[in-house]
């Protein structure tokens, strides 16, 4: 049974910078991709960021992100990280990690195991 466990959310100020983790467990394919996704109030969820495990970690951004968010993988630990910098109010979101075999593009946000989240708030 996939596990996914996210952790690092809470309340930050405008321009401020956080860390989540992702931690996996149970997954028994070898070759996978793991995402970011958020979901703000009262808004359809949205990707954030994806990486492949395998190979050289290819990444994808979505362009609400770019060059702010960083997403990385720790393959000992089987932890996905999402660094996000610059942070601002319209970032406030529940974040959500996810995972899938490697079958499709990077950015085809279309996943099949889900963690349960955590809040993100960024608010002077």
């Known amino acids: 049974q996939v596990q996914l466990v996210e952790s690092g959310g809470m309340l930050v100020q405008p321009g401020g910078s956080l860390r989540l983790s992702c931690a996996v467990s149970g997954r028994t394919f070898t070759n996978y991709d793991m995402g970011w996704f958020r979901q703000a109030p009262g808004k359809e969820r949205e990707f954030v960021a994806a990486?492949?495990?395998?190979?050289?970690?290819?990444?994808y951004y979505a362009d609400s992100v770019k060059g702010r968010f960083t997403i990385s993988r720790d393959n000992a630990k089987n932890t996905v990280y999402l660094q996000m910098n610059s942070l601002k109010p319209e970032d406030t979101a529940v974040y959500y990690c996810?995972?899938?075999?490697?079958?499709?593009?990077?950015?085809?946000?279309?996943?099949?195991?889900w963690g349960q989240g955590t809040q993100v708030t960024v608010s002077s």
């Open positions: 996810a995972t899938r075999p490697s079958k499709l593009l990077l950015s085809t946000p279309e996943y099949d195991y």
């Open positions: 990486i492949r495990w395998s190979g050289g970690g290819s990444t």
